[in-house]
């Protein structure tokens, strides 16, 4: 089973600024499938990079995704007010399925 | 639009059985793998099962292994979760999902299943 660990675990930054999340995995994500959700309180998560680096449709590119093997990156450029959340990282090439434990981003 | 509207969940005991569905519309179902992931309240995401768009693979995570089956029937567009020998840790909201692609990955708004005596 892989095992994905994000860090840090909390984050406290302020609108403008530029946000790095990082995720690392046990043993190598088969073909980068590696990809980050956002979650708000009370919904369901949301897509934003899929295939470790590209973003899905209608995201902002304020959002990009870096990485390969086991060492993975979500930045966000410049942070809005919308981007604070929970952003977890999910490895979809082999089973287990197994997401991170999750980034809070929060407002400093 | 795409929709998955999940529903069946709701109160338990140890050691009952329970079904959830997920109904799809406004995409070709039967060609999408489908997932399960849950969300216990207060904690992050976990992958439950997933499969494959004709049904001929599934897998589990450990934790539901032997106890949960995932199914479709692709004639109704519509996901299933067969749940049997619940446990208190199987408290959460269950989400359906498809894969992370280009055009995004569909999920449902959950619904939530509570195991208490």
């Known amino acids: 089973e892989i095992v994905l660990t994000q860090s840090p675990g909390t984050l406290s930054l302020s609108p403008g600024e530029r946000a790095t999340l990082s995720c690392r995995a046990s043993q190598s994500v088969s073909s980068n499938f590696l990809a980050w959700y956002q979650q708000k309180p009370g919904q369901a998560p949301g897509l934003l990079i899929y295939g470790a680096s590209s973003r899905a449709t209608g995201i902002p590119d304020r959002f990009s995704g870096s990485g390969s093997g086991t060492a993975f990156t979500l930045t966000i450029s410049r942070l809005d007010p919308e981007d604070f959340a929970v952003y977890y990282c999910q490895q979809y090439g082999t089973s287990p399925y197994s997401f991170g434990q999750g980034t809070k981003l929060e407002l400093k | 639009q795409v929709q998955l509207v999940e529903s069946g969940g709701g109160v338990v005991q140890p050691g009952r059985s329970l079904r959830l569905s997920c109904a799809a519309s406004?995409?070709?179902?039967?060609?999408?793998?489908l997932h399960w992931v849950r969300q216990a309240p207060g904690k992050g995401l976990e992958w439950v099962a997933v499969i494959s768009f004709d049904g001929s693979i599934t897998y589990y995570a450990d934790s539901v292994k032997g106890r949960f089956t995932i199914s479709r029937d692709d004639s109704r567009s519509t996901l299933f979760l067969q749940m049997n020998s619940l446990r208190v840790e199987d408290t959460a909201v269950y989400y359906c999902?498809?894969?992370?692609?280009?055009?995004?990955?569909?999920w449902g708004q959950g619904t939530l299943v509570t195991v208490s005596s």
């Open positions: 406004g995409i070709t179902f039967s060609t999408y793998a």
């Open positions: 999902a498809s894969p992370p692609m280009a055009r995004g990955s569909y």
